[in-house]
């Protein structure tokens, strides 16, 4: 686990909402240039943390919005994970193994409140059975990981993944090399438990 994507309709309110469930503030991340969207930082202990994101008002007409549900989203939901990996150009290869179609690795930026600028490439699974599965992260080299600058106070208790056909998705988690808790339910459903200074706080 690299980090969760806990989507906001504005960023302001999404910081003053993880603030009072946990008592840590998130700081400003910045803006992902040309991605339509701007995010705030929470470590999660370890290399893991929370990114809060949201639609950017400076950027509302940019061409490559990665989660466009942001769009229409009105309640403050987890909307993505991220994984962690050496090199998304291996994990490409071992989701054409499973049959799963990729798209990537594609190269993302972002700048930072003091104007350096933070870089990775992503992996994105693409295709009708994909939800509910990671996106993948490698980060460059040189570049500080988030979790080592961003507030601390929490840290990821738990996490898992509600989805309907269980035995499809462990096989797909194992194919790609991912262990995570996978529970059936209903419908697709991200849950994610985190030890805070204001006790367990559930985000899904």
Not at 1 to 21: C, N, Q, T, Y
Not at 144 to 156: D, F, I, R, Y
């Amino acid at each position: 686990m690299d980090h969760l994507v806990f989507g906001v309709p504005d960023l302001s309110g999404g910081i003053e909402l993880l603030e009072h469930k946990t008592g840590v503030r998130a700081r400003f991340g910045g803006q992902h240039p040309g991605r339509g969207t701007h995010n705030a930082l929470l470590s999660l202990g370890g290399r893991r943390y929370l990114e809060i994101i949201a639609i950017d008002p400076l950027q509302t007409e940019a061409p490559g919005l990665l989660f466009p549900g942001l769009k229409t989203l009105s309640q403050p939901q987890l909307i993505a994970w991220a994984v962690a990996v050496e090199s998304v150009l291996e994990t490409a290869k071992r989701a054409a193994a499973a049959n799963i179609e990729t798209i990537g690795p594609l190269a993302g930026s972002r700048a930072q409140a003091d104007g350096s600028l933070l870089t990775w490439k992503t992996l994105r699974l693409v295709g009708p059975q994909v939800a509910g599965l990671p996106f993948f992260i490698e980060w460059q080299a040189g570049t500080a990981h988030p979790s080592q600058q961003s507030p601390v106070g929490c840290t990821l208790r738990a996490f898992e993944v509600g989805h309907p056909d269980t035995p499809w998705l462990r096989r797909a988690l194992l194919e790609l090399g991912v262990d995570v808790q996978v529970v059936h339910a209903s419908r697709l459903g991200l849950k994610a438990r985190l030890q805070t200074p204001k006790g367990d706080v559930d985000l899904d």
